[in-house]
């Protein structure tokens, strides 16, 4: 015969003192501990729009297109939770820290459709006002402007969408021209400009 081990009997003891370890969800509400990991969540507030959380997730819950539809461009960054494995490395990586969070909330089974659980924000694009193509999230511009200080004068695209100067209305197909380099314009179109000075 074999006989208890001493560890399994003091945990008996201590269940029947102070009951049982399990508690009765659903019928109660659970309380999940301080760092348990669930549903993840974007807070467009502190998000930059840069999507490195989407290169990190190892399992493609996280994606972004970008859009730009009649001169309004917009980055849209989506969560599906079907495809989550609540790893962390979305908030572990994301530079501003808050810009998605993992919740405490469990509790995910649904009758919605996958389409409808998905979790979607969206961000502001600069567009290039020489070719019109997106750039960069504009709160990636002044997240990139604040941490560099007055390093951020070395780059005309970076200080005048900080400080709102830029004329950025997307235009397309124009020649690019040397006083271009003082306006919000993409790489490509600004080693255009450096060329011609
Ligand atoms: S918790 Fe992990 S799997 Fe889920 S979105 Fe973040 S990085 Fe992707
Ligand atoms: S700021 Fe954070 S949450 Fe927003 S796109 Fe970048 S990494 Fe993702």
């Not at 348990?36 to 819950?61: K, L, M, N, T």
């Not at 390093?151 to 006083?179: A, C, D, H, T, W």
Request: hydrophobic fraction near 30%; charge should be positive; proline fraction near 7%.
């Amino acid at each position: 015969m074999r006989y208890p081990k001493l560890r399994e009997l003091k945990e008996a003891v201590k269940a029947l003192i102070l009951g049982p370890y399990t508690d009765k969800f659903p019928y109660k509400p659970h309380e999940p501990y301080e760092r348990f990991r669930g549903r993840p969540q974007y807070h467009e507030e502190d998000c930059i729009g840069c999507a490195a959380c989407v290169q990190v997730c190892p399992s493609g819950a996280l994606s972004f297109s970008d859009k730009n539809e009649g001169g309004k461009a917009r980055r849209v960054l989506t969560h599906r939770i079907d495809l989550c494995v609540f790893c962390g490395q979305c908030q572990a990586n994301c530079p501003t820290e808050k810009g998605i969070m993992l919740t405490r909330e469990f509790d995910l089974s649904s009758t919605q459709s996958r389409q409808e659980l998905n979790h979607a924000i969206e961000k502001e694009m600069l567009l290039c006002d020489g070719c019109g193509e997106m750039i960069v999230p504009a709160d990636q511009y002044k997240w990139v402007a604040n941490k560099l200080g007055p390093l951020m004068f070395s780059n005309p695209s970076v200080f005048l969408s900080y400080l709102g100067l830029g004329e950025n209305e997307g235009r397309s197909g124009r020649e690019i021209k040397k006083p271009d380099r003082f306006k919000i314009i993409c790489p490509r179109c600004r080693r255009e400009a450096v060329l011609k000075s």
